[in-house]
T-cell receptor
Framework: DAGVIQSPRHEVTEMGQEVTLRCKPISGHNSLFWYRQTMMRGLELLIY????????DSGMPEDRFSAKMPNASFSTLKIQPSEPRDSAVYFC??????????????????FGPGTRLLVL | AQTVTQSQPEMSVQEAETVTLSCTYDTSESDYYLFWYKQPPSRQMILVIRQEAYKQQNATENRFSVNFQKAAKSFSLKISDSQLGDAAMYFCAYRSAMRAQKLVFGQGTRLTINP
């Protein structure tokens, strides 16, 4: 299995530009997560999808951030307009199972290699 | 809200020796899961070990084992026979068993292995 795939691996952009990060989850996984890692705040969840539906977006910092999952094999995280404080490593992770109904079983979240974003 | 605390920003150990990384958490829930992830310089997040809160037996994966103390809300990671490849940031994480699968991470412990 190829694992979780993220692109680009590195992105350098100027303040005010639109940035789009992409993620392909592991085939067969139906839960997808976007995390952000910074020195100040550590690792924090931005948004979580189950069966392509956003379940928890309480971590999305503001309206400049948006995420979509048009199908089971692709998700995007968009920042428009970007700001220097958005500089971070963005991780995508996927797992099987999930959802809010009923019990939650122990499914491991598998992480992609991350996208290192630098906004100048 | 749940919180995870790793009180050791950095640890070091001699190769082949044993080291223990500490983690405490705060929750009002009785059913949850705990994880240790490793992040080497490549920045890839790699699952090391996981523990279900309802299980009293401590999880073990080869040289890695945990000491899970539910009443004390403590979840430490023991690495035996440390190897140079174990050098990395280690993150403790919590996940509720009752709602969405969000992982709550500690701030991490940087582990250095001295040859």
């Amino acid at each position: 299995d190829a694992g979780v795939i993220q692109s680009p691996r590195h992105e350098v952009t100027e303040m005010g530009q639109e940035v789009t990060l992409r993620c392909k989850p592991i085939s067969g996984h139906n839960s997808l997560f976007w995390y952000r890692q910074t020195m100040m705040r550590g690792l924090e969840l931005l948004i979580y999808f189950n069966n392509n539906v956003p379940i928890d977006d309480s971590g999305m910092p503001e309206d400049r951030f948006s995420a979509k999952m048009p199908n089971a094999s692709f998700s995007t995280l968009k920042i428009q307009p970007s700001e220097p404080r958005d500089s971070a490593v963005y991780f995508c992770a996927s797992s099987s199972g999930g959802g809010l109904a009923g019990g939650v079983t122990l499914e491991t979240q598998y992480f992609g290699p991350g996208t290192r974003l630098l906004v100048l | 809200a749940q919180t995870v605390t790793q009180s050791q920003p950095e640890m070091s150990v001699q190769e082949a020796e044993t080291v223990t990384l500490s983690c405490t958490y705060d929750t009002s829930e009785s059913d949850y899961y705990l994880f240790w992830y490793k992040q080497p310089p490549s920045r890839q997040m790699i699952l090391v070990i996981r523990q279900e809160a309802y299980k009293q037996q401590n999880a073990t994966e080869n040289r890695f084992s945990v000491n899970f103390q539910k009443a004390a809300k403590s979840f430490s990671l023991k690495i035996s026979d440390s190897q140079l490849g174990d050098a990395a940031m280690y993150f403790c994480a919590y996940r509720s068993a009752m709602r969405a699968q969000k992982l709550v991470f500690g701030q991490g412990t940087r582990l250095t292995i001295n040859p």
